[in-house]
């Protein structure tokens, strides 16, 4: 079983029916369905599966609102040379390829991402490589993309290797839904390829939802974790996929159960066609209160909000202290209120 990269292909198992502002909303972006995601999906209702809304185009993404933006997040703004992203003065992105092992029909960098673009050459990715090395205040390396991990080991160990002979580089962080969506990839060679001898080395992986974490990719994780590769992980907040206690809940859970540390929640970017997928800031914050109340402190991530032209990331979770002048009140995660001195 191959990864399905057509409508057609879709329409033979079942998962949309051909309609012409279908064809338009898939024009906009590459399909991409991996097998173990395919599997995953309830076929008894596919409209409303929490797996099949993130992959399957949608009619919706022809629908496109006065607010959203070719560049939600502003990385052309901050580009320096190509394949690099400066925004923070300590961290880099470093963006090596485009390609993806799925098409997520909410991606923040929806317009980037696709087999069609290509991977930075030798050259140009030297270039990003001289720009790290020549800049000491650079800590950490953040591989981004596309999907760092769809590079094949030889490659993803040269870009190790490269990192980790950059003195001042102490941490790379790799950025990927690989291990979620397409864990056959994670095999001995890739997981070799990420131990830089001097540098830490660290690995968040995007995951949605509880069922996204299937047998093979819970091997994955416990093999990647086993390595000794700290892992974190990072969740969007999406309309009828995960926009629910309940499944929040059930979500970071499971990835604590496979030692994966929730990092960030991700508030939905203004990306253009993805409206049907936006939830508000107030559910937002309303979904984290009653998560504090009912998981662990370890099953906790930060809610996130990317600032629309290139102003970077900002917690913005619910508020615990009261605004009264003469006394500091603070409110418990069971909603009662106490007096704290000034
Ligand atoms: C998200 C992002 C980072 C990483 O931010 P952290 O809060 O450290 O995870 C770094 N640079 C850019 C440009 C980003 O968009
Ligand atoms: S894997 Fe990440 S970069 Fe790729 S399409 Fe999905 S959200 Fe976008």
Known sequence: MQTLRTLEALEREGLVTA???LAAAAETM???????????IDRRDVANDPIARQFVPSAAETRIAQEELADPIGDEARSPVKGIVHRYPDRVLLKPLHACPVYCRFCFRREKVGPGGEALSDTELDAALGYIRARPEIWEVILTGGDP??????RMAALVEALDAIAHVAVI?????VPIV???????????????????LWLGVHCNHAREL????????????DAGIPLLGQTVLLAGINDDVETLDALMRALVSVRVKPYYLHHPDLVRGTGHFRVSIERGQALMRALRGRLSGLAQPTYVLDVPGGHGKVPIGPGYLGDDPEAL??????????????
């Open 19 to 21: 309609d012409p502002l």
């Open 30 to 40: 590459a399909i991409a369905l991996t097998p173990e995601m395919l599997a995953l």
């Open 149 to 154: 991990l769809m590079l094949a080991p030889r």
């Open 173 to 177: 962080r790799i950025h990927s839904r």
């Open 182 to 200: 397409e864990p056959s990839r994670i095999g001995d060679e890739l997981i070799a390829a990420l131990k830089p001898r001097r540098a830490t």
């Open 214 to 225: 299937g047998g093979p990719t819970r091997t994955a994780l416990m093999r990647l974790a």
């Open 329 to 342: 009140t603070v409110e418990d995660a069971f909603g009662a209120e106490h007096r704290y001195p000034r």
